[in-house]
């Protein structure tokens, strides 16, 4: 909706500074410590030489139209490799949280494993029962893997 408007307006833009720029008078003037100055407008204090400049190079209305519908492309492709790369790294961000909560986990179970040999575990329900030596290595077993895997 916005951007057909932004096109012609960048061609409109593009061509009057073209033209502007064209017919720019320059002027030069030394001043009291013999630095030599240029600039668009006479000096007040200074006397001035106008320097005479060629226009610059003609521009099809066409030229100037591809070269907006380039820019205006290679903007809107910049955008999406922007939003993309916004996007995965809230992704990386994310995953890496995730990791770090699994490891710590991982750690604080293998810990309650190690110190309570022979004691009573919580299940996922809230109860206890107890583990017996064999299950507890294996699940120690794979807790270690854990860690290795998280952290």
């Known amino acids: 909706m916005f951007?057909?408007?932004l096109k012609y307006g960048c061609s409109?833009?593009?061509?009057?500074?073209i033209t502007h720029t064209a017919y720019a008078e320059v002027y030069k003037w030394v001043?009291?410590?013999?630095?030599?100055?240029?600039s668009q407008f006479p000096p007040t204090q200074y006397e001035a030489d106008?320097?005479?400049?060629?226009?610059g190079p003609k521009v099809e209305p066409s030229q100037s139209q591809q070269a907006v519908d380039s820019l205006i492309e290679q903007q809107a492709n910049d955008a999406a490799l922007r939003e993309e790369n916004?996007?995965?790294?809230?992704?990386?961000?994310e995953q890496r949280k995730t990791k770090s909560t699994n490891c710590d986990v991982a750690?604080?179970?293998?810990?309650?494993?190690?110190?309570?040999?022979?004691g009573r575990m919580k299940?996922?329900?809230?109860?206890?029962?107890?583990?017996?030596?064999?299950?507890?290595q294996q699940k120690m077993k794979q807790l270690k893997q854990d860690i290795q895997k998280y952290c």
């Open 3 to 5: 951007i057909p408007y």
């Open 12 to 17: 409109i833009f593009i061509v009057l500074c």
């Open 31 to 38: 001043d009291n410590t013999g630095q030599t100055h240029y």
């Open 50 to 55: 106008t320097i005479k400049t060629r226009p």
């Open 86 to 93: 916004r996007i995965k790294q809230a992704q990386e961000a």
């Open 107 to 118: 750690k604080n179970n293998l810990a309650q494993y190690q110190n309570n040999p022979s």
């Open 123 to 136: 299940n996922a329900a809230g109860e206890y029962s107890r583990v017996d030596e064999n299950e507890r």
